[in-house]
């Protein structure tokens, strides 16, 4: 099936996509074909008998890296699948992903993530056979395929048709580098708590304006540093 958003993840441990692709928003899309997700099991490009991905570093100290003939023995295979695809990397020491960066690559013919394990990747496979390193944030994670996903999700629901509304994607946070204002639904008290009244008030102006005021003190308190830029 060809779809207009192809996305291919190179990872050792495929089992984990199979839920995250299947549930909620994703899965519907994939379902309409708005994109479409392969995932390719780095081990079955093992060249040696043993499967083996990982070795020890050169120059000594702990951890493992993994190999580059699997590595490449898969990202060969996706070029071919996806030949003008960008090929990623999901390291801690890519740049730090964000919503500027995921509008880039919904505007792409489609994604190869290679999601990187253990302590490292051999440097090659990085200079050579990769395109972009990217990280989700000053943390450290056991692997790259939760980071995967993440960009998976906030890429394809930029998407055209992925989100039914089209105008939730317009008015979201990060697009004016200000947090969501303070959202409210029924019932208007509950356990003694109320919603604000001017949201029941059908004032439309006033109603824009403490949303502006609401989403512009939030920034201010939790994130100042997006109001600096
Ligand atoms: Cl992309 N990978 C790993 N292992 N840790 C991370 C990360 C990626 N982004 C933040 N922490």
Same mark, same amino acid.
């Given at each position: 099936?060809?779809?207009?958003?192809?996305i291919?993840?190179?990872?050792?441990?495929?089992?984990?996509?199979?839920?995250p692709?299947k /549930?909620?928003?994703?899965?519907?899309?994939?379902?309409?074909?708005?994109?479409?997700?392969g995932?390719?099991?780095?081990?079955?490009?093992?060249?040696d008998?043993?499967?083996?991905?990982?070795d020890?570093?050169?120059?000594?100290?702990?951890?493992?890296?993994?190999?580059?003939?699997?590595l490449?023995?898969?990202?060969e295979?996706?070029?071919?699948?996806l030949?003008?695809?960008?090929?990623i990397l999901?390291?801690?020491?890519?740049?730090?992903?964000d919503?500027?960066i995921?509008?880039?690559?919904?505007d792409e013919?489609?994604?190869?993530?290679?999601?990187?394990?253990?302590?490292?990747?051999?440097?090659?496979?990085?200079?050579?056979?990769?395109?972009?390193?990217?990280?989700?944030?000053?943390?450290?994670? /056991?692997?790259?395929?939760?980071?995967?996903?993440?960009?998976?999700?906030?890429? /394809?629901?930029l998407?055209?048709?992925?989100?039914?509304?089209?105008?939730s994607?317009?008015?979201?946070?990060?697009?004016?580098?200000?947090?969501?204002?303070?959202q409210?639904?029924?019932?208007?008290?509950?356990?003694?708590?109320?919603v604000p009244?001017?949201l029941?008030?059908?004032?439309?102006e006033?109603?824009?304006?403490?949303?502006?005021?609401?989403?512009?003190?939030r920034?201010?308190?939790?994130r100042?540093?997006l109001?600096?830029?």
């Open positions: 099936m060809d779809t207009p958003f192809p291919q993840i190179l990872t050792l441990f495929p089992e984990f996509f199979d839920s692709l /549930t909620s928003l994703t899965g519907k899309a994939i379902d309409r074909g708005h994109f479409e997700v995932v390719s099991d780095i081990r079955d490009f093992a060249t008998k043993h499967n083996k991905c990982d020890l570093p050169y120059g000594g100290g702990a951890g493992m890296v993994m190999k580059p003939e699997p490449v023995g898969a990202l295979d996706a070029r071919e699948k030949p003008k695809a960008p090929r999901l390291t801690p020491q890519g740049e730090p992903f919503q500027t995921a509008r880039q690559l919904a013919p489609g994604i190869i993530l290679t999601c990187g394990r253990y302590e490292g990747v051999d440097e090659r496979v990085r200079q050579h056979w990769i395109d972009r390193e990217l990280s989700i944030g000053d943390y450290v994670l /056991t692997g790259g395929e939760v980071a995967a996903m993440v960009v998976v999700d906030a890429v /394809t629901r998407l055209p048709g992925v989100l039914g509304n089209q105008n994607v317009a008015d979201e946070s990060f697009c004016d580098d200000t947090l969501e204002y303070a409210y639904t029924r019932p208007r008290s509950f356990r003694g708590h109320d009244d001017v029941l008030s059908g004032h439309h006033k109603i824009e304006q403490w949303r502006r005021e609401n989403s512009r003190r920034t201010e308190k939790r100042p540093d109001l600096d830029e």
